[in-house]
C-alpha cells in the first residue's frame, strides 16, 4: 500500500505489520492521517481496503505467532475502528466553520 505525497514511506512491512517509515503498528496516525485523503471520493472503498488488509494482518500475525494470536477487537480497532469515529469528528468541524463558530 502506497500513500502519495509527503506520507509515502508509511507502508505496512508485512508480514509483522509495523510501518516501515515510523515503526509504529500500521496503520500509524499518518497513515490514518493520509488514507481519508487518498479515498475522500470513495469513504466506502478505504473501508473495503483495510478489511482486506485486515483480514491479510491477522493470517500473517496468526502464522509468526499462533498462540494466542491477535486479539479480534483489538485488529478491528487498529484497522477499522478508527474511520467513523474521525469521520464525525471533520464533520462536526465543517459544521462549525460553515457557521461561523
Not at 506520507?7 to 490514518?32: F, K, M, N, S, Y
Not at 487498529?78 to 463558530?101: D, K, M, V
Request: proline share 10%.
Amino acid at each position: 500500500m502506497t500513500i502519495p505525497g509527503a506520507g509515502r514511506d508509511h507502508v505496512a512491512q508485512r508480514p509483522i505489520w509495523l510501518c516501515r517509515a515510523c515503526g509504529a503498528e500500521w496503520p500509524c496516525l499518518t497513515a490514518r492521517s493520509l488514507l481519508p485523503i487518498d479515498y475522500y471520493a470513495d469513504p466506502l472503498a478505504l473501508r473495503v481496503h483495510l478489511a482486506t488488509l485486515l483480514q491479510a494482518a491477522v493470517e500473517d500475525l496468526q502464522r509468526l505467532c499462533p498462540e494466542p494470536g491477535p486479539d479480534p477487537a483489538r485488529m478491528y480497532a487498529r484497522f477499522l475502528g478508527w474511520i467513523e469515529p474521525r469521520r464525525r469528528i471533520i464533520r462536526a468541524r465543517r459544521l462549525r466553520q460553515l457557521h461561523g463558530i
